[in-house]
């Protein structure tokens, strides 16, 4: 009888340390995800930052003109003289494509406006997901060299 007792009271610890083994491997398995998650986004913006630096460089390079941008680029481009849209497609990793494979894009919009003598090139860079999600916006000036 005293060695039956002894043999339930071993399982139940055993029983107890599995659990507790369990909850920490959940834990775990739980934060490792989100690490994953979180290094996914931050590769994602450190990419997006360099495609919008290459494009506002470009932008500023060739005077505003989006037909330009997207020809350096590799993209593609719409509008009247003075004035457009470039877009610039990404694949997931972050390579230039064809907007049918494409989960980002680069979208530089330009207008002309003139100050006095100089003349303008004002734009709105954004590097987005396709699915709607801005990871970066923001205004570029060109001026015109000429």
Same mark, same amino acid.
């Given at each position: 009888m005293?060695?039956?007792?002894?043999s339930t009271l071993f399982l139940m610890e055993q029983l107890i340390v599995v659990a507790v083994f369990a909850i920490?491997?959940?834990a775990c398995v739980r934060i490792l995800t989100e690490s994953y998650f979180m290094a996914t986004d931050s590769r994602n913006l450190g990419n997006a930052i360099q495609a919008a630096e290459s494009g506002a460089e470009c932008y500023k390079a060739v005077g505003g003109d989006v037909a330009k941008v997207a020809e350096i680029l590799g993209g593609t481009s719409a509008g009247t003289a003075g004035?457009?849209?470039?877009?610039?497609?990404?694949? *997931?990793?972050?390579?230039?494509?064809?907007?049918?494979v494409a989960e980002y894009r680069m979208r530089v919009v330009s207008s002309t406006a003139n100050v006095g003598a100089v003349k303008l090139?004002?734009? *709105?860079?954004?590097?987005e997901k396709l699915s709607g999600e801005v990871i970066m916006a923001f205004t570029i000036t060109a001026i015109d060299n000429e």
């Amino acid at each position: 009888m005293n060695r039956r007792s002894k043999s339930t009271l071993f399982l139940m610890e055993q029983l107890i340390v599995v659990a507790v083994f369990a909850i920490c491997a959940a834990a775990c398995v739980r934060i490792l995800t989100e690490s994953y998650f979180m290094a996914t986004d931050s590769r994602n913006l450190g990419n997006a930052i360099q495609a919008a630096e290459s494009g506002a460089e470009c932008y500023k390079a060739v005077g505003g003109d989006v037909a330009k941008v997207a020809e350096i680029l590799g993209g593609t481009s719409a509008g009247t003289a003075g004035a457009g849209t470039a877009f610039i497609y990404y694949d *997931e990793n972050w390579m230039v494509c064809r907007d049918a494979v494409a989960e980002y894009r680069m979208r530089v919009v330009s207008s002309t406006a003139n100050v006095g003598a100089v003349k303008l090139f004002p734009g *709105e860079l954004s590097v987005e997901k396709l699915s709607g999600e801005v990871i970066m916006a923001f205004t570029i000036t060109a001026i015109d060299n000429e």
